[in-house]
């Protein structure tokens, strides 16, 4: 079987030079292996590609490429007006075998000389008196007939809002993968299943088969609320039921995860990524801001969106225990720190006992000691998150990342964890590792105070709000919160990790 045809490509804006030159290849019979393929920057979409013995204009989309006419009938001006033209075309409907007949024609006319304009009014269909006109953004948003960008936009405005923090920002990107290509311009009226299975299989191949799920989701959802609230506008009047419900699927179901890292292993990261800053070719270093918040996970346990929130303001001393600080945290603040809509689990404030061994780690690793937040970013005023938690652990692992204008970050270390014998982990997971060592240490209770699991019988909200806000008594407080007996499970964890760090860090050293 023959491989596939191979091209070299550059994004230019291109001009009749451009044409020119692929002409002279032509001549010279300089493309016998690979062609050569100038993709415009001034029209998205356009491509002039030569091969050996011939140059052709094609509207090229990431599933399909349409010809629009030879090198040498269209100019680079004729050919952007083909490419409008079809987008226009599409938008009101026409069948493929139509467009394909106009392009032709126009192509034949063209070749002849025929000025543009005029080639325009002999070739393509013009929009029947009655067919809607081109409009505004705004007034075909406000109007109708929505285009399937319209839609995005219009219920990510509506949505968003529900949302509560990193899961806003990956909703967004679920529904944005699906804006690729032209799909974009469709009318939503005319997008069938065809369509849909389409971007489901181009999101499975540029990402994963869990992202295509994710986004198949996001797409049933804002068709759902069109059809529902808005199907004059989105042109769904005629749809009698929603059959995008039962017809698009994806054959995925995400398994629950029961990977629970060594405490060696957690150890072993954390000596890592003390040495391994700056990972990739921009050697951009890791803030200590960040490196302080990943140890922080490791030596608490806690939800890394709340704990990457840590506000200085909100941490105490304990005068009882000598060198001991009080980290809490708000009810706001724990909401939205377990469930993906932030809603589903009765959130209570939280505090949890540093030991002073702890603090002095994450002294020794530099963590910052000024600002708002005890994990601040690089940027003035902001603080690390749980989604820079992740990229940062990716980054470790060696995954790749899209750079500007089409490039990707290489990660010369390759994959750091698995190179060191570490089984990939993610900041959950030590919300694993902690109950099971806590357990075999006989205080299984202590686990699942620090992890701030639910009680039979808790306080209500309010009281326990109001309590860690005025500190009515200090005492009362730690008897409330159980802070005796999550302290005794944190001097136990906190003293294995640091032996194990302790360990690797003389491991990798000799």
Not at 144 to 153: I, N
Not at 197 to 205: E, F, L
Not at 207 to 222: G, I, M, P
Not at 323 to 345: D, P, Q, S, V, Y
Request: charged share 30%; aromatic share 6%.
């Amino acid at each position: 079987m023959a491989g596939k045809e191979s091209f070299t490509r550059e994004k230019a804006k291109i001009t009749q030079a451009h044409v020119k030159r692929a002409q002279g290849l032509i001549a010279r019979d300089a493309l016998q292996e690979a062609g050569l393929e100038f993709s415009d920057t001034v029209c998205p979409g356009l491509v002039l590609r030569v091969r050996r013995r011939s140059g052709k204009w094609l509207l090229k989309r990431r599933d399909s490429s349409l010809t629009l006419g030879d090198m040498a009938d269209l100019t680079v001006a004729a050919a952007r007006v083909a490419v409008e033209e079809v987008r226009s075309a599409e938008r009101r409907g026409l069948t493929k075998s139509m467009i394909a007949l106009e392009l032709d024609v126009f192509s034949r006319v063209t070749a002849k000389g025929i000025g543009t304009e005029q080639a325009l009014d002999i070739a393509f269909t013009k929009p029947h008196p009655d067919d809607p006109v081109e409009m505004s953004d705004e007034e075909r948003r406000r109007r109708g007939p929505w285009e399937w960008r319209d839609l995005v936009d219009l219920f990510l405005e509506m949505k968003l809002p529900t949302l509560k923090g990193r899961w806003r920002v990956q909703y967004e990107r679920h529904l944005r993968r699906t804006l690729d290509d032209d799909f974009a311009w469709k009318l939503v009226q005319l997008v069938d299943l065809e369509d849909l299975v389409k971007m489901r299989d181009r999101v499975a191949r540029k990402h994963t088969l869990s992202a295509a799920a994710d986004s198949v989701e996001a797409v049933k959802a804002a068709l759902d609320w069109a059809w529902r609230h808005h199907a004059p506008r989105a042109g769904l009047t005629r749809v009698e039921f929603p059959w995008w419900r039962e017809r698009l699927t994806v054959e995925y179901a995400s398994g629950t995860r029961e990977h629970t890292p060594t405490i060696e292993e957690l150890a072993r990261t954390l000596v890592l990524a003390e040495r391994f800053k700056a990972l990739g070719g921009t050697r951009k270093e890791t803030g200590p801001g960040m490196l302080a918040a990943l140890w922080a996970v490791v030596l608490t346990g806690q939800r890394a969106t709340a704990l990457t929130g840590t506000l200085r303001a909100t941490v105490r001393d304990w005068p009882e225990r000598a060198g001991w600080k009080i980290w809490t945290w708000t009810a706001a603040e724990m909401k939205g720190a377990g469930h993906a809509n932030g809603l589903k689990k009765r959130a209570r404030p939280h505090a949890l006992p540093m030991p002073p061994e702890a603090l002095a780690a994450l002294d020794r690793i530099g963590a910052p000691r000024e600002g708002v937040y005890l994990f601040p970013s690089r940027v003035p005023g902001k603080r690390t998150t749980a989604v820079g938690m992740t990229q940062f652990l990716d980054r470790m692992k060696g995954k790749t990342k899209a750079a500007r204008k089409g490039g990707v970050t290489l990660r010369p270390e390759d994959d750091l964890l698995n190179a060191h014998g570490i089984r990939h982990w993610t900041p959950h997971d030590v919300r694993r590792t902690l109950p099971t060592f806590l357990d075999m240490e006989r205080l299984g209770g202590a686990g699942s105070a620090i992890l701030a699991h639910a009680r039979s019988k808790a306080k209500g909200d309010a009281d326990e709000e109001r309590e860690l806000a005025q500190a009515i008594t200090l005492r009362h407080y730690i008897h409330s919160q159980r802070l005796d007996l999550k302290a005794e499970g944190m001097a136990i964890w906190i003293t294995a990790i640091l032996e194990a760090v302790a360990q690797e860090r003389a491991r990798l050293g000799a």
